[in-house]
């Protein structure tokens, strides 16, 4: 029998509390499972932020101190979750002495940075994993408390093998799929920590911020899963975010590159990446809500190969801040061969991606991360590159979307879509600075003022959906 891997993030594990929930999926499938835990809620960025102190005050007293602090909270934090969640005191203290030998690993590793004054990557990668390393030792003692047969699967002893980028890593499928498949193959509950792999070495990869649902991706596409079950606390996929939008409508069905551009253009329930694996391997992606029990295991979203073209093409509105644009100027530019293999070699070597680029003939336009832009601002600042004038930024800026398969389609209705979108912002008054339909068949995008960005969505949702 095939078998479902099922992912728990983050927004499942907030209280000592959610473990319980968490449990009774288990236990409503009633099958063995492949789960992948992503570290406890806020976790992560609190160990980014003790790295961060460490190389800051690297060699320091003070900053030792407060490194073993954090660990101190940690072990104080698994404490109470044990005691909310294993009954036998003699299995609680089993479970506290492995946490306590986890903890002393991560101890180890912040200790290290202070003796040697820096954090290297592979050992910033190692101790950002320890966040989901302790979610799964956790989970794992807590089913067998509960009668459940269950096996902690670390992707150091699976084969979880990535191409050893360190901090953006991918998955080497050639060099896991046997490995992984074999090692998941017993008929019980396996537990693996999600967000890193490991490289050919054996060292801590990670696979980027959010990275768990491209580990629990991953997993499927190396087993041949039956699906990915993804479950979150809200209702899957949504017309828009509630943030922005009243009453915004669940999406019961999208296909691959609906969903990845969805969250490429900002929705944040699922990493960007994590259809890539399963894109070619046709495993459904299934999103649920555990805060809807009565539900059981019916999904809000089904994310599949079919095309899903509704009557109003548009599935989804999405916004993202995380955009800056970085402008060449300069009288020929559009005209003038290799700028832009020079601007991209460029910004390449300094690990920069590119979000999109549109050019005419003065202006050169490259869409950036955010945080991309003062680093790519100073490389190219630096190189002199023939017909430029001057480089400009602006980061003031955010990205509105149109997601549906269809958008791009020839009949009148798709041909419409972009033109309909921009109308409703335009005249609403949103100041739109640029438009762009056509470099994926099913999303369409403006980059509009920033502090319009609510606004556009609000306008362009009603266009599609009404008030
Ligand atoms: N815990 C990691 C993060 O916060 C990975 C994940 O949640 O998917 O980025
Ligand atoms: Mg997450």
Redesign the pocket.
């Known amino acids: 029998m095939k078998k479902i891997v099922v992912k728990f993030?983050?927004s499942n594990l907030r209280q000592p509390q959610d473990i319980d929930r968490v449990v009774n999926v288990v236990q409503a499938y009633q099958r063995p499972l492949v789960l992948v835990v992503?570290?406890f809620y806020g976790?992560?960025?609190a160990l980014i932020a003790c790295v961060q102190a460490a190389r800051e005050g690297a060699g320091t007293k003070a900053a030792l101190a407060e490194s073993q602090n954090y660990t101190q909270t940690l072990r104080a934090l698994k404490k109470q979750i044990l005691e909310a969640n294993i009954s036998d005191p003699e299995h609680r203290a089993r479970t506290e002495q492995a946490l306590g030998a986890r903890l002393d690993q991560l101890d180890r590793y912040l200790t290290g940075i202070h003796c040697i004054g820096d954090v290297p990557t592979f050992v910033n990668d190692a101790i950002?994993s320890y966040?989901?390393r302790l979610s799964s030792l956790l989970l794992t003692e807590v089913l067998l408390s509960r009668g459940i047969a269950a096996r902690e699967a670390l992707p150091e002893d699976i084969g979880l093998i990535t191409d050893g980028v360190f901090g953006n890593s991918a998955c080497d499928f050639a060099a896991s799929t046997a490995s992984v498949s074999a090692a998941l193959a017993d008929d019980v509950v396996f537990v693996v920590p999600?967000?890193y792999g490991i490289d050919a070495q054996g060292k801590t990869t990670?696979?980027?911020?959010?990275?768990?649902?491209?580990?629990a991706a991953s997993i499927a596409a190396c087993i041949s899963a039956e699906s990915l079950d993804v479950w979150k606390d809200v209702d899957g996929f949504l017309s828009a975010d509630p943030g922005a939008v009243s009453a915004p409508r669940s999406i019961s069905q999208l296909n691959y590159l609906e969903a990845a551009e969805l969250s490429y253009f900002g929705a944040k329930i699922l990493?960007p990446r994590t259809v890539e694996p399963l894109f070619d391997r046709d495993i459904p992606i299934r999103i649920l809500n555990i805060t809807q029990p009565e539900r059981g295991l019916q999904p809000y979203t089904i994310i599949d190969a079919q095309r899903h073209v509704t009557r109003d093409v548009v599935k989804s509105v999405s916004s993202t801040d995380d955009v800056a644009i970085l402008k060449l100027h300069g009288p020929g530019v559009g005209f003038k061969a290799g700028i832009l293999a020079q601007v991209t070699n460029t910004l390449d070597q300094h690990g920069i991606n590119i979000k999109s680029v549109l050019t005419a003939q003065t202006a050169i336009n490259i869409l950036l991360a955010r945080d991309h832009l003062d680093a790519a601002y100073a490389a190219l600042s630096e190189h002199h590159l023939a017909g430029v004038v001057n480089v400009s930024c602006d980061d003031a800026v955010a990205i509105v979307a149109v997601v549906g398969d269809g958008v791009l389609d020839a009949s009148d209705v798709g041909s419409a879509i972009a033109s309909r979108a921009l109308s409703a912002a335009l005249a609403g008054g949103v100041r739109v600075r640029l438009a762009a339909a056509g470099a994926s068949e099913v999303a369409a995008y403006m980059l509009v003022q920033q502090e319009d960005r609510k606004l556009a969505l609000r306008l362009v949702h009603e266009e599609f959906f009404g008030k």
């Not at 990670?206 to 580990?215: N, V």
């Open positions: 993030g983050g992503s570290a976790i992560t960025n950002l966040g989901e999600g967000f990670l696979f980027g911020r959010g990275g768990s649902d491209y580990s990493h």
